[in-house]
C-alpha cells in the first residue's frame, strides 16, 4: 500500500485489527465446528429417537423448547450487547474525562471551571450507570426466561411420557430415559447466548480485517515491461558520455555487475588533489 494509508491510520490499530481477526478465526471454528455444530446434529438424532421409540408429540416438545430458546437467547442477547456497548462508550468516557482534568489541573484551577467539570463527570457516571443498570436488567431478563423455557420443555415432555406410561405404551425406563436425555440436551443450551455474542464478535473483527486487506493502493501498477538480465550486454564509451553497443557476444550471467572496461586516466603531479 502506498504512504497514505499509513499516514491516515495508526499503526497499533493496523496492528491490533490484524491481531483480532486471527482471534476472530480461531474462535469462528472453535466455536461452531467444535461446539454448536455438534449441538445441533445432537438435538436431531435425540429428536428423531424419540419420534420413533416413542411418540412424535415428545419429539415436537424438544424441537418447539430448542426453538423458543434459540429465539428468546438471540433477542435478549442482542438487547445485552448493544446496552454493553454504550456502558463501555460511557467507561471511555468517564476514564478520558478523569484523566483529561486531572492533568490539566493547573487550567481548570486558573480558569474556574472545578465546578463544571465535576458537573461533566458526575453526568457521565449516571449515564454509565443507567446503560450498566440497563445491561443487567436485560441479562436478568434473559436468564428467566431462558429457565421458564427449560421448565416448561421439561414440564411438557414429562407429561406426555407420564399419559404414555398410563396409557401402557411406556414404562417407568422411559420416563427416566426421556428425562436423562432432556438433561442431557439442555445442558449445552446454557451457553447459546455467549456462543452467539461470541460469533457476532468475530463477524465484526473479520470484518475489519478484510477492511483492510481489500484495501487498494492509490498508486497504478505500470504497464511496461521491467528490463530483466537477459537484456544486459556490454557496451563501451564513445568520448561523449554514452555507451555504444557492440553487441550480445559478451551477455552477462545472473547476478548482474557494473565494471568499466578500457578506461585511461591520468595523475598530474602539480596539481595535488590531497593536501
Known amino acids: ?52 421409540k416413542f411418540s412424535l408429540g415428545i419429539a415436537a416438545v424438544l424441537v418447539a423448547t430448542f426453538v423458543c430458546y434459540s429465539l428468546w437467547t438471540v433477542h435478549w442477547t442482542q438487547i445485552s450487547t448493544q446496552q454493553r456497548k454504550k456502558a463501555n462508550e460511557k467507561d471511555i468516557q468517564v476514564s478520558s474525562k478523569l484523566a483529561d482534568s486531572l492533568l490539566n489541573y493547573e487550567t481548570v484551577v486558573l480558569s474556574g471551571n472545578e465546578g463544571a467539570e465535576l458537573r461533566s463527570y458526575n453526568k457521565l457516571l449516571r449515564e454509565y450507570q443507567h446503560f450498566s443498570l440497563q445491561n443487567v436488567y436485560s441479562s436478568a431478563c434473559l436468564n428467566a426466561g431462558q429457565g421458564a423455557v427449560i421448565a416448561a420443555g421439561i414440564t411438557g415432555s414429562l407429561i406426555l411420557t407420564v399419559m404414555g406410561c398410563f396409557g401402557g405404551k411406556m414404562s417407568v425406563g422411559d420416563i427416566v430415559l426421556v428425562q436423562s436425555l432432556l438433561l442431557q440436551l439442555l445442558e449445552p443450551l446454557q451457553f447459546l447466548g455467549w456462543y452467539y455474542s461470541s460469533l457476532k464478535n468475530c463477524f465484526v473483527d473479520l470484518e475489519a480485517l478484510l477492511k483492510i486487506l481489500h484495501q487498494k493502493s492509490s498508486l497504478v501498477d505500470g504497464s511496461l515491461r521491467l528490463p530483466s538480465h537477459q537484456d544486459a550486454h556490454k557496451g563501451s564509451g564513445n568520448g561523449n558520455g554514452d555507451i555504444g553497443d557492440i553487441g550480445d557476444e559478451g551477455e552477462l550471467p545472473p547476478g548482474l555487475a557494473v565494471a568499466l ?3 585511461e586516466y591520468a595523475y598530474q603531479s602539480d596539481r595535488p588533489i590531497l593536501k
Open 1 to 52: 500500500l502506498d504512504s497514505s494509508f499509513h499516514v491516515q491510520r495508526q499503526t497499533g490499530g493496523v496492528i491490533n485489527t490484524v491481531e483480532r481477526g486471527i482471534r476472530a478465526i480461531l474462535t469462528f471454528f472453535r466455536t461452531s465446528v467444535l461446539t454448536l455444530i455438534p449441538t445441533i446434529v445432537e438435538w436431531a438424532l435425540v429428536c428423531g429417537f424419540v419420534a420413533t
Open 261 to 263: 572496461e578500457g578506461c
